[in-house]
């Protein structure tokens, strides 16, 4: 396709509000196979579904997530609560990936820790038929913990949790790319933003193997609420961030 195509592109991209225009010209001239495909998915895209939406898949973690429309798309800040499940996450640990969403975070950890025995779980039935696609692993549906198997009661050595925690009242002031085209029950955490979280710290308990861990992510005003939460739950906490990604990751070990 001609560079004036290009140009174009980009222009009209700018125009539409998209921060990083060059850079979605490019991923739209790439995956269009025709000239009309690439107007098609301008138009869907100058007209604010979200990128990873118009093409299908979202970067992550050097991956390549499928990322169905309705579907909630992982963040680059969630790279940070991967590898902090990661670094947890020894070969033969069960994992669990709760609040799943397209399956990201499973995938990134299927792929650097060989022979988990991995789960992923989530309530919306978009996601579950999205992470079945990305994840080597069962993928259950249903809430929270209600969606696991009998079996993992007690042994799961890495339970990793993107619980939605934005307050009920700011989700009006989300981009519109999150309000509009993501599920609510992705971005919603009730009240204060903590209602969900609440609910896997109380439980975490009956699921963690001896010494295993609990990972979420937080907004950095919410960490020492729920720092709380894990000390009264009887889990130890620690709180790790990263500036560059303005990432907040909150792990709580069980006794053992």
Do not use: K
Not at 18 to 33: I, P, S, T
Not at 211 to 222: D, I, K, R, Y
């Amino acid at each position: 396709m001609t560079s004036d195509l290009s140009t174009d592109l980009v222009a009209r991209l700018r125009a539409a509000g998209c921060v990083f225009a060059e850079d979605e010209a490019r991923l739209l001239l790439e995956a269009a196979g025709t000239p009309l495909e690439l107007a098609t998915m301008a138009a869907r895209r100058a007209a604010g579904v979200p990128l990873e939406h118009v093409l299908g898949w979202a970067a992550f973690l050097g991956l390549r997530i499928a990322v169905d429309p309705g579907v909630f798309v992982p963040r680059r800040r969630t790279e940070f609560l991967a590898r902090q499940a990661i670094r947890r996450a020894r070969p033969g640990a069960a994992v669990v990936d709760l609040c799943c969403g397209s399956g990201a975070v499973a995938a990134a950890i299927a792929v650097a820790v060989p022979d988990v025995d991995l789960s992923a779980a989530d309530i919306e039935p978009a996601a579950v038929r999205c992470a079945r696609r990305n994840v080597h692993g069962a993928v259950y549906e249903g809430d929270l913990y209600d969606a696991l198997p009998h079996r993992l009661r007690g042994r799961v050595d890495v339970l990793v949790v993107n619980v939605p925690y934005v307050p009920s009242d700011e989700v009006a002031m989300l981009p519109p790319e999150a309000r509009v085209y993501e599920p609510l029950v992705a971005l919603d955490g009730g009240a204060d933003g903590l209602d969900v979280l609440r609910r896997v710290v109380a439980g975490a308990g009956e699921w963690l193997a001896p010494g295993g861990h609990l990972l979420f992510e937080m907004s950095a005003h919410q960490t020492p609420a729920a720092v709380d939460l894990l000390h009264v739950a009887g889990l130890t906490p620690e709180v790790a961030t990263d500036d560059d990604l303005a990432a907040t990751v909150i792990i709580g070990r069980c006794a053992g």
